[in-house]
């Protein structure tokens, strides 16, 4: 506690309200009433013509003017678009989200809005879940999955428009479908079989999406929007999130009635604050200040379950207050309405290429003048609201870029180049990106490509790579479970990257804690983590899907439901592709050996200075020579073994391996001989070892650092 307060200092120039607006609580209006008073409304009918005259389109409007709920369904009730006059194919209106839980929660608004069930006219797409139908009129989907559904079919030719919503968040998956998209247009241009574009944005950058677009129509919807006065912190935080308390029980003590939005960077963060949050709620209703109304605490991340989330959007009872604790989910994806106060301590978690572990790790990162702008604007939707920032006006002005710099030039691309030469783009230099990677970058993943097996030395996908692309995880991944068909063990691989996918398998109650570990210690393998997950979803199979079994056991029944539908989805995938499906009844070699044919890039090496007793011994990446440690978590924290392999780095404290299992070196000459050899003899705790050293590193590094020498020089 003990620190001094945030004093506050307002920011020059604070915008002044124009009008004196009145505003009310819309809590009565009918469905219809709803809709008609977002701001989309008024421009119904000329959003229609647009659209219907134009192949590309970009409309710009604040967060909560309803262009994502409300345009899809204009465009579909005014008929134009219904169906192909050639084929009389009954085609949709796509709508991409970058993230899921926007997909699947604005899909469920609109079923409602039309009184239909979801999966029936309007339905959604993510990783692993399909609510279509033949029914679908509207369907919403991640960006990641139309551009999937582009390798089977180019020209989209199910959809009549397609909507790419939420533009300016610059997904890799987004980019990649601008120029998709631009090429399917330029294919389907006549009057029967026309494909029409829209571009949506929340911010003003317009110009350039309307450029790349062939100087298309921007259509802007004038926000309805209340001034947001914006208070900078005089100085520096020291822990934002101690901050963050003390923002929140100061306006909720001492400011009129109104919600807060808090922006944090990720679950841990939020399940932190929630419970401070709740302690000093406890604290002042014991103190029995009468006039403190109730806090209501809602936290909001991608992994929440969809019934919880929805708790975000009921109005706020009398006398209560609600603080919504989220990440950067609100700040355009989702609307609340509500908002009074927003608290933004500055950051954000995004992926980003680690040039020092040679991999995508998520970061904390400062966000940029555009992100702050948005998060401060969520204030203003009910009425003038106040921003806090905490972070000074000087580190806004001086040290925040205007801009986030887009996926594409920050991420590791080998996923995306993979897709792209699957669709039958080969020269990856030469395509249509708005902003294109670095050149590096895509050498980079093409040498990723090239040591899974997925392209030739031509840089021409191969026959693996054609599988990989079957599987809608990342190569790495693809190419371990296709690898278990040989180690026949694909089943038993198929449930360990289900449950790797699955977040919060765990569950550990703050006042069970203990329990709860010494429940979970039962089920480590001393081999490793990827074991350990498969020995819980084995035991579960073997209750029957048990309730109890997970209660007892401390798991979490709706992660193993969700690691159970992912695990069937890739199955069904496996038997579609007629893929084996084999298994290996307990030969944990076997699951070994096929996760170093997937993950040879990630062995790590015990550092030979560190002491093979007690906890946290060092690591070294045999790829990028990199100092780790194994995350606390894991089964191996404790036993340190020689040899690693491990699925990501986390990058907190320090950085950690997650997911890490025990390897025996000498399996790499034999499964991955192209990229291992024997360099000498060491004698290690009195046993003579050999000593594995990868080949990889000779084709694209020297003293210098990166070159990419061999075998993709890019001499194309
Ligand atoms: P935009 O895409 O322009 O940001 P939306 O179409 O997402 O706007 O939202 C329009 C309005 O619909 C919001 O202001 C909000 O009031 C309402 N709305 C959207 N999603 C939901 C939901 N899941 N539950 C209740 N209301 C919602
Ligand atoms: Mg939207």
Redesign the pocket.
């Known amino acids: 506690n003990g620190g001094s307060s945030i004093k506050w200092q307002q920011r020059h120039n604070p915008t002044k309200s124009k009008d004196s607006i009145t505003f009310g609580k ?1 809590t009565n209006l009918t469905m219809k009433e ?2 008609e008073s ?3 409304f008024a421009m119904r009918d000329q959003l229609i013509q647009t659209v219907y005259d134009n192949q590309f389109t970009v409309i710009v ?11 899809t369904q204009y465009l579909n009730e005014s008929g134009l678009f219904y169906r192909s006059a050639k084929s009389e194919k009954h085609l949709m209106i796509g709508c991409t989200q970058p993230r899921r839980v ?1 997909a699947t ?2 899909a ?2 609109v079923a ?1 809005e039309m009184g239909v069930q979801i999966g029936e006219q309007v339905g959604y797409s993510i990783r692993f879940e399909d609510r279509t139908s033949e029914l679908t009129e509207i369907k919403y989907m991640t960006d990641g999955m139309l551009q999937r559904e582009a390798i089977r079919d180019p020209l989209l030719s199910e959809y009549s428009v397609i909507m790419l ?2 533009a300016h968040e610059r997904t890799i998956a987004t980019d990649v479908l601008f120029g998709l998209l631009k090429q399917a247009c330029r294919m389907r241009n006549t009057d029967e079989e026309r494909l029409r574009v829209i571009v ?1 944005s ?1 911010t003003l950058n317009a110009e350039k999406f309307s450029s790349y677009f062939d100087n298309c129509p921007v259509v802007t ?1 004038p926000g309805r929007t209340f001034p947001v006065e914006v208070m900078f912190s005089e100085e520096p935080c020291m822990d934002y999130l101690v901050s963050c308390v003390e923002t929140v029980m100061k306006i909720h003590t001492e400011e009129k009635t109104g919600d807060i939005l808090v922006f944090l960077t990720g679950q841990e963060e939020i399940e932190t604050m929630c419970a401070v949050l709740e302690e000093k709620m406890e604290m002042l209703e014991k103190e029995k200040k009468e006039s403190t109304d109730k806090l209501i605490i809602l936290p909001v991340y991608s992994a929440l379950p969809s019934e919880m989330q ?1 708790r975000i ?1 009921e109005p706020t009872p009398p006398n209560c207050r609600k603080v919504i604790l989220a990440t950067n989910i609100a700040e ?6 509500g908002i009074f106060y927003v608290i933004d301590p500055g950051f954000a978690k995004l992926n980003a290429y680690d040039a020092k572990l040679g991999m995508d790790t998520l970061q904390v990162r400062p966000i940029s003048r555009a992100q702050a702008n948005q998060r401060s604007g969520r204030a203003g ?1 009910t009425g003038p609201g106040r921003c806090y920032r905490l972070y000074t006006e000087f580190s806004y002005q001086k040290e925040m870029s205007a801009n986030t710099v887009p996926e594409i030039q920050r991420q590791n691309l080998s996923n995306t180049v993979l897709m792209l030469k699957a669709i039958g783009i080969n020269d990856i230099l030469k395509f249509e990106f708005m902003d294109p990677p670095s050149r590096e970058s895509i050498l980079l993943s093409l040498n990723d490509l090239y040591y899974l097996g997925a392209i030739d030395g031509n840089e021409t996908i191969t026959e693996v790579g054609k599988q990989l692309v079957n599987i809608p995880t990342e190569p790495q991944i693809s190419k371990t479970l296709l690898e278990g068909v040989k180690f026949n063990c694909s089943e038993e691989l198929l449930t360990i990257f289900a449950m790797i996918t699955t977040p919060n398998i765990y569950h550990r109650p703050k006042a069970q804690q203990e329990q709860a570990d010494k429940k979970h210690a039962r089920f480590k393998s001393p081999l490793g983590d990827h074991l350990t997950l498969l020995n819980i979803y084995e035991r579960w199979v073997e209750s029957g899907f048990d309730r109890y079994w997970c209660e007892e056991n401390y798991i979490q029944l709706r992660s193993m439901n969700q690691a159970r539908d992912i695990r069937n989805q890739l199955r069904l995938l496996f038997t579609k592709f007629k893929y084996p499906l084999t298994s290996c009844h307990g030969n944990t070699d076997s699951i070994r050996k096929a996760l170093c044919s997937g993950f040879f890039k990630n062995i790590a090496k015990r550092s030979p200075s560190s002491s093979s007793q007690g906890n946290g011994s060092s690591y070294e990446t045999l790829s990028e020579l990199t100092q780790v440690f194994i995350h606390p978590s894991s089964s191996l924290s404790r036993s340190s073994p020689q040899y690693v392999v491990y699925n990501t780095i986390l990058n907190t404290t320090k950085e950690y391996l997650v997911h890490v299992t025990t390897i025996d070196p000498k399996w790499l000459i034999e499964i991955v001989p192209e990229f291992f050899e024997i360099n000498g003899k060491r004698t290690i705790m009195r046993k003579e070892q050999e000593v594995i050293k990868p080949l990889f590193n000779r084709f694209n590094r020297d003293q210098e650092g990166w070159r990419l020498s061999r075998p993709f020089t890019g001499s194309t």
């Open positions: 819309r709803q809709r977002l701001p989309v409007g604040e967060t909560g003017s309803g262009k994502t709920t409300q345009l926007a929660s604005v469920k608004r409602e919503d939420e949506t929340a919807i929805s959007f355009t994806s989702l609307t609340i309405d939707r």
